[in-house]
């Protein structure tokens, strides 16, 4: 289990071999890699700047951590999460479940990301291809993702 | 009672501040009353918190309703909606 929010760059491969070195309980492992996309509704963007909140993004990603191991049978977890300026194609965020099985790694993956898109203190500024800074709006459809986990129970 | 107030993203940019400690007069007890009261402290608050509705708050790093009581509180945030991941 653990939570990162750093600047740098995170290698996909090297973070799963850390988080299940040494077991062989794990019989599924998912990530969810969110990268920096080139149009974002309809814009061109040079880059983005993440701004966060230190200390309360760590603590959010935590509980939000926390409660998706208190659904699922999640034998290891890991959320990193950079901030600072990216540009078209950088990583933006990693999730990563390993269970006994697919379905509750699946599951708990989806959750994860759909908890934290709603939760965790993060602000993404937009560069446009015409020089000019947006700061990009919450999208309705990511309350709708979060919500919908609060139906199922 | 000073109490530590803190801006990010938009509502950073408007109020022209990161962070700023201030003294609540009495009568400031709720999220929602110190949005009111920092909206008379100037043209760039009065900016920053025009859209009320759409402005997020957390104590002590937490998420709160406007209606949460500042009793307690060390830390008291406002921002846009989130949107990492």
Do not use: C
């Not at chain 1, 290698?11 to 080139?38: K, P, S, Y």
């Not at chain 1, 993440?50 to 935590?62: D, F, Q, V």
């Amino acid at each position: 289990m653990g939570v990162r929010v750093q600047r740098e760059d995170f290698d996909i491969g090297t973070e799963v071999r850390h988080l299940t070195a040494g077991r062989v309980d794990v019989g599924a492992i998912v990530t969810f890699t969110g990268t920096v996309r080139v149009g974002n509704e309809g814009r061109d963007i040079l880059g983005m700047t993440l701004e966060h909140y230190p200390g309360m993004t760590e603590g959010e990603l935590a509980r939000v951590e926390a409660e998706a191991a208190s659904r699922w049978p999640l034998q290891a977890s890991l959320i990193v999460h950079r901030y600072g300026a990216l540009k078209p194609g950088d990583n933006i965020v990693l999730v990563v479940t390993a269970s006994a099985h697919r379905e509750a790694a699946f599951a708990a993956a989806e959750f994860l990301m759909d908890y934290l898109k709603t939760s965790a203190p993060f602000w993404k500024k937009e560069l446009g291809a015409d020089g000019k800074e947006h700061w990009v709006e919450a999208r309705q459809s990511d309350g709708a993702a979060a919500e919908r986990w609060k139906k199922a129970d | 009672m000073p109490l530590k107030i803190r801006y990010f993203a938009w509502v950073r940019e408007k109020t022209g501040k990161a962070e700023e400690v201030l003294d609540l007069p009495a009568g400031v007890g709720t999220v929602a009353e110190l949005v009111t009261w920092l909206k008379g402290l100037g043209p760039e608050y009065a900016e920053a918190f025009a859209r009320a509705d759409v402005i997020r708050a957390a104590i002590d790093q937490a998420h709160v309703k406007p209606g949460a009581s500042l009793a307690g509180a060390r830390e008291v945030a406002f921002f846009p909606p989130v949107t990492g991941g």
